[in-house]
T-cell receptor, first 114, second 116 residues
């Protein structure tokens, strides 16, 4: 069965600083990979996704993620965070034979300090 | 992107009553809809998967008689929490996908259920 690990429960960064959120997955092949963001009391918004091809994917709001097969990782990055980036971030995987079920990591809460 | 509308955003109900939550895909046909439950400061737990016109598939440990899911049309799925109890209080989120592989899931804004 597929699983996702987000080792950092809570990260605090200064506004304008760079950000990296870690995500590791366990799956027999290369899954489909996603990063979602959730503001308090809201649903999830897709930041970016990886299905195949270029391992560096660009998303919305200036986010990018890099798929590293050798490390089973899909870390999310942003060069300069804004106060509005404070939220909960979830990494998710889906098997690549299309059973459509997403498995989510436990999430990383991002706090931005001035 | 596509829009999934979930209603209501929040609901308070008395213990023992039932409450229905609706999930609508506004601008696409959702062949598959998913229902999640999220406890405070935790991740999303998949409760069930529903395909239009067929019975929902429930995840292990989810009581299908308590959480009734109906997906009667390509744009609407409903989750009914029957005989609600305080332990059913949670944040419920739906997502919807159109037919085909490699398509993303679109999420509703969630429903905060409080059972008193």
């Amino acid at each position: 069965a597929q699983s996702v690990t987000q080792p950092d429960i809570h990260i605090t960064v200064s506004e304008g600083a760079s950000l990296e959120l870690r995500c590791n997955y366990s799956y027999g092949a290369t899954p489909y990979l996603f990063w979602y963001v959730q503001s308090p009391g809201q649903g999830l918004q897709l930041l970016l996704k990886y299905f195949s091809g270029d391992t560096l994917v660009q998303g919305i709001k200036g986010f990018e993620a890099e798929f590293k097969r050798s490390q089973s990782s899909f870390n999310l990055r942003k060069p300069s965070v804004h106060w509005s980036d404070a939220a909960e971030y979830f990494c998710a995987v889906e098997s690549n034979f299309g059973n459509e079920k997403l498995t989510f990591g436990t999430g990383t809460r991002l706090t931005i300090i001035p | 992107g596509a829009v999934v509308s979930q209603h209501p955003s929040w609901v308070i109900c008395k213990s023992g009553t039932s409450v229905k939550i609706e999930c609508r895909s506004l601008d696409f046909q959702a062949t598959t809809m998913f229902w999640y439950r999220q406890f405070p400061k935790q991740s999303l737990m998949l409760m069930a998967t529903s395909n239009e016109g067929s019975k929902a598939t429930y995840e292990q440990g989810v009581e299908k008689d308590k959480f009734l899911i109906n997906h009667a049309s390509l744009t609407l799925s409903t989750l009914t929490v029957t005989s609600a109890h305080p332990e059913d209080s949670s944040f419920y989120i739906c997502s919807a996908r159109a037919f085909g592989m490699a398509t993303e899931a679109f999420f509703g804004q969630g429903t905060r259920l409080t059972v008193v």
